[in-house]
């Protein structure tokens, strides 16, 4: 009896910290996307419906990631404050195992992990497809929403575009620059005054219509021609449509990924990334666990008066630590460089080490 309350004592002790954090490391990963959804809004003219649906689908998509480190925020604040409050050190006094008093931790650790790898195998990439429809609609419907003032847009309709002044809500776009290589053996330069993007519909699906003004066209082939124009209209038909838009590796559920990991033909860097792809679905979903570890193995060696303030910047710094590692050997799988198993389950075994050792020193 005594040891369950101390359990049910614990358990609820570290779930609202755990949810504060989730939503604390939640508003700070909106705010470095807020300057680019203000400027779909009030620039492009983008509704806030839809600002509202890419914000959700934002935050569904990360979710494999924001939980374990809100795991580690809750419980690093939580068991600081009592080794802070000297509980820690009255519950060993009157008898309380070390296994009693992480136990709570873990447990909640192994539930936050099983919803960790259920949103990372089939809720995030649904989240991420979502998103990248969404953005298709956006780019099909306000063409020029890729288009940046005074600096080369590569995302226009395959295009690399420059124009020196841009009106998205009226589609307006003056001195242009437009370098297509849709044709590799005769790249063409187009240079106008202005041009307007015109949306038009037909049977083959969404499309735009650029209209340029007093300009020419410069084509290399064999020879160079250059045609001047005092009017062009260039077609800019997207390369897919929404529904038939082939899904990115962060899209594909875990069952897709092993069944796409099956197709003898697949290239290298595609085989590279998609078994890095897979690894990382396990490997985020165990990171609960891992963290939980070092939580608490860190958090109930603290025993000092800022322990809340450490315990803040502690999580911090091991939570920047550990993507730093994780990027890299990501990157480095993804080149081949190390086996993607090896490379994407490093940084845990690493971590997992450090909190076995944490946890050593203190266990009775």
């Given at each position: 009896m ?6 049910k ?21 909106l ?163 202005t ?71 697949l ?66 799988s ?12 490093a ?18």
């Amino acid at each position: 009896m005594k040891n369950k309350k101390l359990f049910k004592y614990l358990f609820f002790e570290v779930l609202p910290s755990f949810i504060l954090g989730l939503v604390v490391f939640l508003l700070v990963i909106l705010m470095f996307q807020i300057l680019r959804l203000t400027e779909f809004a009030l620039i492009h003219g983008i509704e806030f419906e839809t600002i509202v649906q890419i914000i959700g689908y934002i935050c569904i998509s990360l979710l494999p990631a924001l939980l374990p480190m809100s795991l580690l925020f809750a419980i690093l604040m939580t068991y600081g404050r009592l080794s802070q409050d000297s509980e820690i050190l009255a519950m060993k006094a009157s008898g309380v195992s070390t296994l009693s008093i992480i136990s709570p931790a873990i447990a909640l650790s192994l539930i936050v992990g099983f919803i960790s790898a259920q949103t990372s195998f089939e809720i995030a990439p649904w989240g991420n497809r979502q998103f990248e429809v969404i953005y298709t609609q956006i780019g099909n419907n306000h063409a020029g929403a890729s288009i940046k003032e005074g600096a080369f847009s590569e995302g226009f309709f395959n295009m690399v575009v420059f124009a020196n002044k841009v009106n998205s809500e009226k589609g307006l776009l003056e001195d242009l620059f437009i370098f297509n290589e849709q044709d590799p053996e005769a790249p063409t330069t187009i240079v106008a005054q202005t041009g307007q993007i015109l949306q038009t519909r037909s049977f083959f699906g969404n499309k735009a219509l650029l209209r340029l003004f007093n300009g020419n066209i410069h084509r290399q082939s064999l020879s160079h021609t250059k045609i001047q124009f005092e009017s062009y209209d260039l077609y800019l038909n997207s390369s897919f449509n929404n529904q038939e838009r082939e899904k990115s590796p962060q899209s594909l559920t875990l069952r897709e990924i092993k069944s796409s990991l099956t197709n003898p033909n697949l290239k290298k860097e595609d085989l590279l990334t998609l078994k890095t792809e897979y690894h990382k679905r396990w490997a985020i979903s165990f990171l609960c666990i891992i963290f939980a570890l070092i939580g608490v193995g860190l958090g109930i060696t603290t025993n000092r008066r800022s322990a809340k303030a450490g315990g803040f910047i502690l999580s911090i710094g091991i939570i920047v630590i550990y993507w730093i590692l994780y990027i890299t050997m990501e990157g480095l799988s993804r080149q081949g460089s190390i086996p993607p198993a090896l490379a994407i389950w490093a940084p845990n075994l690493i971590f997992a080490f450090i909190g076995g050792e944490a946890l050593r020193r203190n266990w009775n």
